[in-house]
């Protein structure tokens, strides 16, 4: 299994846009647009669930940097929750 983030969505990108960009790679298992709660509206990342974790490998390599929904996406492996830059942490550092 590889989970994928996918950034800089436009905010029109469905999730079916999404399922058929990535299967060109290999069989998808889920697609999830994070939404904004009090809009409802893209909030322009998704995570991608691929299968096998070699086409998703290959997902990464074949998307990331180019056109879809007239914006450049970045795709890469998605970290745990506990590795991602500024998580959590309400101090920011101020004392």
């Known amino acids: 299994m590889k989970n994928i983030f996918v950034g800089n969505l436009s905010f029109n990108t469905s999730e079916d846009e999404l399922r058929q ?3 060109a790679y290999g069989q998808v298992d ?10 409802g509206r893209s909030r322009g990342f998704a995570f991608v669930e691929m299968t096998n974790t070699e086409e998703g490998e290959k997902a990464i390599a074949g998307l990331n940097g180019t056109q879809l929904g007239g914006r450049t996406i970045n795709v890469n492996e998605a970290r745990p929750k506990g590795e991602r ?3 959590g942490g309400r101090d920011r550092g101020r004392r």
């Open 85 to 87: 830059a500024g998580a």
């Open 21 to 23: 960009a990535f299967e």
């Open 30 to 39: 889920r697609v999830s647009i994070l939404t904004d709660r009090e809009t």
